[in-house]
């Protein structure tokens, strides 16, 4: 291992590996930043000021979202302000958002409401500070999933606001957003966007017991995703994020991926790249008997391969050897045990295993495997450094 | 005469209709309940468990598979309390404090109660003083779930929590979950790790004999 001479800027960097040209050296980055870390060990740092002060490769996340006045949409005039990871929703006066905080409840715990001319669905998300989830899931009856076909709106990506956003962080890294989830709660791929307003396990059942309703459903949900893809042409985003958790091979099976996960974000995939953009395809969790059918679907780049330590299964190297030639990884380091209670040699150590691994010819960037809660600073310090140590050129 | 095979079939499958009519004729047909449950259904569950560790199933074959044993399960539970066939055991499950994920600890309830054990299911963000309070009532193994790093502590407290009551020599403690090791399991003081549903049927069955 040698000492990188840079050459290229993070943008660069990053973007070499994403289209397989070969850096200058490993590009290193890490997923989303939770206010939570930043508030508890790093003094309430900004993400942009995080990646400075580690000398990071950075990312800028952003998803803002636009309403069409000519098809009756504006601004939803109840959400508060945009939180963490949160668009402005879009609304109409047949698909009006309304929430309440429950009283009484250990965590802060809101009921939504989409009120429609034919019905009204709710869901309940409670969150602490780590994290969200759902209380109470939205499809509550099969037929439900009318009322999101004929009334929920499909936000449209303000493309002049990302714009903006590219000329101000310049070479300083990516551009990242997500394909648009549901309202209030959601993920980015089809399959993963539906497993947050049913329980999986009823989704799974469904597969079997009345696998035509699951696609109608997968279809509703995926029409909005192309809308919103479709409005991307000409918004200066580097990648954007889609897929999500609960379609990793410790949730799923491959036959259920290749029925009900691969056929709708394939088509989604091919929609972005003809608007000019390029796709991030995430996995929460087990990886290994899906790699080709993730890679299959046409992804620019694929994320997270956590590795067995973390509860997953990935083997970078074999990974690498399987699909390493087709799109770029990102991830594999497995940051629950080397960036907190460990010696900086076991961080570097790690570091050097996962460019070992994956780093070969490129096609790398090395991150944590999904975002984190707690990480020792000194132990990030090592795995920057370490990282720029890792040499291409 | 009704084929157990058959039943295990249906059961492999996770084909819950044909494994309710076939309890229901191997019932009719006279066999023991005791019979249909070791030699059909805890066998099937085995063989659906062994198919799972050598990759040839995943979740969602467990889970129709456990969907299709409960379905027969309660059809034959009346009789087998009638004849008097007890449980392998008592499970109290749960996702600890602080945790609301609930896929792996409900597959593992269902993989459980498949190999013929007593299930106590907790629900998920279950706080310490729970798991204490279903060993006091009568449960003989604690099985604890984590998917976060953040909620893990509470597996340690629960451990505790059990010293503390003075009911850890009654109790056997399993943990699991995507962040749990082998190493944390030692570390915390738990009897057993089980990094997925068909080996925490192994080490509960393993643990209780």
Redesign the interface.
């Given at each position: 291992m040698t000492i990188a001479t840079t050459t290229m800027t993070s943008k660069q960097r990053m973007l070499a590996a994403l289209d397989g040209r070969l850096p200058d050296r490993l590009p290193v980055t890490t997923h989303h930043l939770m206010p939570y870390f930043l508030d508890k060990y790093m003094n309430g740092m900004s993400d942009q000021a995080f990646f400075d002060y580690f000398d990071m490769d950075a990312y800028v996340w952003t998803v803002p979202h636009r309403h069409d006045p000519s098809q009756g949409e504006y601004p939803d005039p109840e959400q508060g302000e945009i939180g963490f990871l949160e668009s402005r929703r879009v609304s109409t006066d047949d698909w009006r958002v309304y929430w309440e905080e429950l009283p009484g409840y250990e965590y802060q715990t809101v009921r939504y409401r989409f009120v429609t001319p034919k019905g009204t669905l709710s869901m309940v998300i409670q969150s602490n500070e780590h994290t969200a989830w759902v209380a109470e899931y939205l499809i509550k009856n099969k037929r439900d999933i009318d009322l999101l076909g004929e009334y929920m709106t499909a936000p449209k990506c303000d493309v002049e606001a990302v714009n903006r956003t590219a000329e101000e962080f310049g070479e300083r890294g990516l551009v990242r957003g997500h394909i648009c989830c549901f309202d209030v709660f959601g993920q980015p791929g089809c399959w993963q966007d539906a497993a947050c307003l049913m329980k999986v396990e009823d989704l799974i059942f469904a597969t079997y017991d009345d696998p035509e309703w699951v696609h109608e459903l997968l279809k509703i949900l995926q029409r909005r995703k192309m809308i919103y893809i479709q409005s991307l042409q000409g918004a200066r985003f580097d990648i954007h994020e889609l897929g999500g958790g609960s379609a990793s091979s410790t949730v799923i099976s491959p036959k259920i991926f290749e029925k009900f996960v691969a056929p709708y974000d394939k088509e989604l995939i091919a929609a972005a790249h003809q608007a000019g953009q390029r796709i991030t395809y995430h996995t929460c969790g087990g990886m290994m008997p899906l790699l080709e059918l993730i890679a299959d679907m046409g992804p620019d780049a694929m994320e997270t391969f956590t590795p067995p330590g973390m509860g997953a299964d990935v083997n970078l190297a074999e990974a690498k050897r399987r699909i390493g030639d087709r799109v770029c990884m990102i991830g594999g380091f497995d940051q629950f045990h080397y960036l907190i209670d460990c010696a900086p040699e076991d961080t570097r150590a790690e570091v050097r295993r996962c460019f070992e691994e994956a780093g070969a010819n490129g096609r790398y960037i090395l991150s944590p495997s999904d975002h984190f809660f707690d990480a020792d600073p000194e132990l990030i310090r090592a795995f920057a450094d370490e990282a720029r140590k890792c040499a291409y050129r | 005469m009704t084929d157990l095979e058959d039943l295990r079939q249906s059961i492999i499958e996770?084909d819950m209709k044909s494994t309710t009519s076939l309890v229901e004729s191997a019932l009719a047909d006279g066999l023991e309940p005791g019979t249909i449950l070791n030699d059909g259904m805890i066998a099937a569950m085995t063989e659906v468990g062994r198919r799972f560790e050598e990759?040839e199933?995943?979740?969602?074959?467990m889970?129709?598979a456990a969907?299709a044993m409960q379905a027969g399960l309660k059809i034959l539970k009346p009789k087998l309390v009638d004849s008097g066939t007890k449980p392998l055991g008592t499970v109290a499950i749960g996702t600890v404090k602080?945790d609301?994920h609930d896929?792996g600890k409900?597959l593992v309830a269902m993989m459980l109660e498949g190999a013929g054990f007593e299930i106590m299911d907790l629900g998920v963000d279950v706080p310490p003083e729970k798991f204490v309070e279903a060993i006091r009532g009568g449960a003989q193994v604690i099985a604890m779930s984590a998917?976060?790093?953040?909620t893990m502590p509470n597996m340690k407290a629960t451990v505790e929590a059990v010293k503390q009551a003075g009911l850890r020599d009654q109790s056997v403690i399993v943990i699991g979950?995507?962040?749990?090791?082998q190493a944390y399991a030692n570390e915390i003081g738990a009897d057993a790790y089980a990094p997925d549903a068909s080996a925490a049927v192994r080490v509960t069955r393993s643990l209780i004999s």
């Amino acid at each position: 291992m040698t000492i990188a001479t840079t050459t290229m800027t993070s943008k660069q960097r990053m973007l070499a590996a994403l289209d397989g040209r070969l850096p200058d050296r490993l590009p290193v980055t890490t997923h989303h930043l939770m206010p939570y870390f930043l508030d508890k060990y790093m003094n309430g740092m900004s993400d942009q000021a995080f990646f400075d002060y580690f000398d990071m490769d950075a990312y800028v996340w952003t998803v803002p979202h636009r309403h069409d006045p000519s098809q009756g949409e504006y601004p939803d005039p109840e959400q508060g302000e945009i939180g963490f990871l949160e668009s402005r929703r879009v609304s109409t006066d047949d698909w009006r958002v309304y929430w309440e905080e429950l009283p009484g409840y250990e965590y802060q715990t809101v009921r939504y409401r989409f009120v429609t001319p034919k019905g009204t669905l709710s869901m309940v998300i409670q969150s602490n500070e780590h994290t969200a989830w759902v209380a109470e899931y939205l499809i509550k009856n099969k037929r439900d999933i009318d009322l999101l076909g004929e009334y929920m709106t499909a936000p449209k990506c303000d493309v002049e606001a990302v714009n903006r956003t590219a000329e101000e962080f310049g070479e300083r890294g990516l551009v990242r957003g997500h394909i648009c989830c549901f309202d209030v709660f959601g993920q980015p791929g089809c399959w993963q966007d539906a497993a947050c307003l049913m329980k999986v396990e009823d989704l799974i059942f469904a597969t079997y017991d009345d696998p035509e309703w699951v696609h109608e459903l997968l279809k509703i949900l995926q029409r909005r995703k192309m809308i919103y893809i479709q409005s991307l042409q000409g918004a200066r985003f580097d990648i954007h994020e889609l897929g999500g958790g609960s379609a990793s091979s410790t949730v799923i099976s491959p036959k259920i991926f290749e029925k009900f996960v691969a056929p709708y974000d394939k088509e989604l995939i091919a929609a972005a790249h003809q608007a000019g953009q390029r796709i991030t395809y995430h996995t929460c969790g087990g990886m290994m008997p899906l790699l080709e059918l993730i890679a299959d679907m046409g992804p620019d780049a694929m994320e997270t391969f956590t590795p067995p330590g973390m509860g997953a299964d990935v083997n970078l190297a074999e990974a690498k050897r399987r699909i390493g030639d087709r799109v770029c990884m990102i991830g594999g380091f497995d940051q629950f045990h080397y960036l907190i209670d460990c010696a900086p040699e076991d961080t570097r150590a790690e570091v050097r295993r996962c460019f070992e691994e994956a780093g070969a010819n490129g096609r790398y960037i090395l991150s944590p495997s999904d975002h984190f809660f707690d990480a020792d600073p000194e132990l990030i310090r090592a795995f920057a450094d370490e990282a720029r140590k890792c040499a291409y050129r | 005469m009704t084929d157990l095979e058959d039943l295990r079939q249906s059961i492999i499958e996770g084909d819950m209709k044909s494994t309710t009519s076939l309890v229901e004729s191997a019932l009719a047909d006279g066999l023991e309940p005791g019979t249909i449950l070791n030699d059909g259904m805890i066998a099937a569950m085995t063989e659906v468990g062994r198919r799972f560790e050598e990759g040839e199933y995943f979740v969602p074959e467990m889970l129709i598979a456990a969907r299709a044993m409960q379905a027969g399960l309660k059809i034959l539970k009346p009789k087998l309390v009638d004849s008097g066939t007890k449980p392998l055991g008592t499970v109290a499950i749960g996702t600890v404090k602080g945790d609301l994920h609930d896929i792996g600890k409900s597959l593992v309830a269902m993989m459980l109660e498949g190999a013929g054990f007593e299930i106590m299911d907790l629900g998920v963000d279950v706080p310490p003083e729970k798991f204490v309070e279903a060993i006091r009532g009568g449960a003989q193994v604690i099985a604890m779930s984590a998917l976060l790093t953040t909620t893990m502590p509470n597996m340690k407290a629960t451990v505790e929590a059990v010293k503390q009551a003075g009911l850890r020599d009654q109790s056997v403690i399993v943990i699991g979950g995507a962040p749990v090791t082998q190493a944390y399991a030692n570390e915390i003081g738990a009897d057993a790790y089980a990094p997925d549903a068909s080996a925490a049927v192994r080490v509960t069955r393993s643990l209780i004999s």
